[in-house]
């Protein structure tokens, strides 16, 4: 079975918001940093390259693939803020409609800027 590429490793959280290249994306993923060290009671680190993850969990998926990964976590994308939300959004409908601005998948929820959205619904 083939190993996951993205794994905890010891780069800079810092080192890494600190280079990315936008002010405004780079601002808003301090405020996302701080927020979610707050949240999570958890240190960030440097999932793969460009993901912070919070937290550690191991787990085993139906199909027999097993892996460690993040509870939750945040990547400053191209397009959008990243923000990962491991369980998905199915339970948190009601704060969706109340969140401003965004997109989702399974389990990522994009933002273009943390501006467009409620940041109190955020926490």
């Not at 918001?17 to 301090?30: P, T």
Request: overall charge positive; aromatic content about 10%.
């Amino acid at each position: 079975m083939a190993e996951l590429k993205t794994n905890e490793t010891k780069l800079s959280v810092t080192k890494f918001i600190g280079k990315v290249e936008n002010d405004q994306k780079r601002q808003d993923s301090q405020a996302i940093l701080k927020l979610m060290k707050q949240v999570t009671k958890e240190e960030p680190k440097m999932w793969g390259g460009s993901m912070v993850g919070f937290g550690h969990f191991h787990y085993k998926s139906d199909s027999g693939r097993e892996g460690d990964w993040f509870l939750t976590g945040f990547s400053p994308r191209k397009q959008n803020l990243t923000i990962y939300i491991t369980p998905g959004f199915d339970k948190y409908e009601s704060l969706m409609k109340q969140l401003g601005k965004h997109k989702t998948s399974k389990g990522c929820l994009y933002i273009k800027k943390l501006e467009d959205v409620d940041m109190k619904v955020l926490k």
